[in-house]
């Protein structure tokens, strides 16, 4: 499977390949971020979005989310927020801490961001984004994006407009969610208005929803003309789903990680967390995310629940090798007591705890 598809810049930065790790509140912390740009074909690492109000009074989690690697580099900022006068003061400490990107996020429809004026909020109320936007474009020097949703609701299609006004503002990348936000996360993202963005602005435009495989992105490049596209759930399912588009892009043979690669990402992903923060929330997290990367595999909904049960690294790291040595064995997994787990206990943890703008 080869393609015509190629790298393109947000001004002097290259986003190559065309692929974006989208931002996930609660997931693509530094960690996770760093995680999948190891596994290859990650073009650029959006922050979890953060909270302006948070950034400009100095909360210690919010100036947290702002830390970065240089391996991750491209790198971009997102915050929120709806004051724009705040936005302006996180955008210069984004700057100063060296993001190569400040975004704005204008898509998050969590009830918290939007009664506040930010995320959704802002495709409402195009009067007060154009003045965070032409705030922002004089506060700052790195380039500067946003992401935005298809309208606030679902009989307000506003995303061309929403569009044409940060192009005017000076927006030299545009992210699109085809969802609204009244829809939040149910039924399927609206690819096409991507295609009617593109056709309408100059700077480049991205897509964002519902990717989950390669024939899946190489369909929403082909349709849509967009020039990136954005992953975000199908990342915490596939973390190697970077690596195998960019393989099916350049014509290699795509790669296709094994059972000691699924457990190796797994003691990586959780040294890293340990390294990151106190034990109790690197535990937490790796109960949040573990059992996404061995989605599809025999006994993973057992497994996710016996990681759910634990309450310790070295429990944590007993139930990562219980669960591999049964199924390399070719033996049923049964869990942490050796017999099989009420399902319904497991229902707890199917669904992680994240939005994505």
Known sequence: MTT?????????VEINPPLVLSPMAGVTDVSFRRLLKRRGGVGLSVSEFISVEGLTR????????????EDERPFAVQIFGGQPERMCMAAEMAQEVGADILDVNCGCPAPKVVKHGGGSGL??????????LKAIKKTITIPLTVKIRAGFYDHTINAVDTAKLAEDCGV?????????????YRGLANWDLVRQVKEVVRVPVSGSGDVTTIEGAFAKFRETGCDGVLIGRGAMANPWIFR???????????????????????????????????ETPAINRM????????RGLQGGALFRTSIYHSH????????IEEYFEAI???RPYYGEAGAPIEPQINAEITDCNFFSS
């Not at 015509?4 to 002097?12: L, M, S």
């Not at 588009?245 to 797994?266: C, N, Q, V, Y």
């Open 123 to 132: 495709l409402k109320d195009h009067c007060r984004l154009e003045q965070i």
């Open 312 to 319: 310790t690294v070295e429990e944590v790291l007993d139930r």
């Open 287 to 294: 109960k949040q995310l573990a059992g996404q990367f061995t």
């Open 244 to 278: 195998q588009i960019e393989d099916a892009m350049h014509g290699r043979p795509i790669f296709e990680p094994t059972l000691s690669d699924k457990r190796a990402i797994l003691h990586e992903y959780f040294d890293m967390l340990r390294e990151d923060m106190p």
């Open 172 to 184: 030299e990348h545009i992210a699109l969610h085809g969802r609204t936000k009244e829809q939040g």
């Open 328 to 330: 390399e064995a070719g």
């Open 4 to 12: 015509e598809i190629k790298p393109f810049k947000i001004r002097d």
């Open 58 to 69: 100095n909360n210690p989690k919010s100036k947290r989310q702002m830390r970065f690697y």
